[in-house]
């Protein structure tokens, strides 16, 4: 996974270059991002379960 960071260093979502999934974190929540080679989008929104 590529990790992205804006200028202050801090981590904005990561990529899976292999499945093209895009993974943006929030607090507890997790939002995942999928472009279709049809061109259509699948996103999924979770939280991050807590142990």
Excluded: F, H, W, Y
């Amino acid at each position: 996974m590529s990790e992205i960071r804006n200028l202050d260093g801090k981590l904005v979502c990561r990529i899976d270059d292999a499945s093209g999934i895009v993974e943006i974190k929030v607090k507890d929540c997790i939002t995942l991002i999928k472009i279709n080679p049809d061109g259509t989008t699948k996103v999924i929104n979770r939280k991050k379960q807590t142990a």
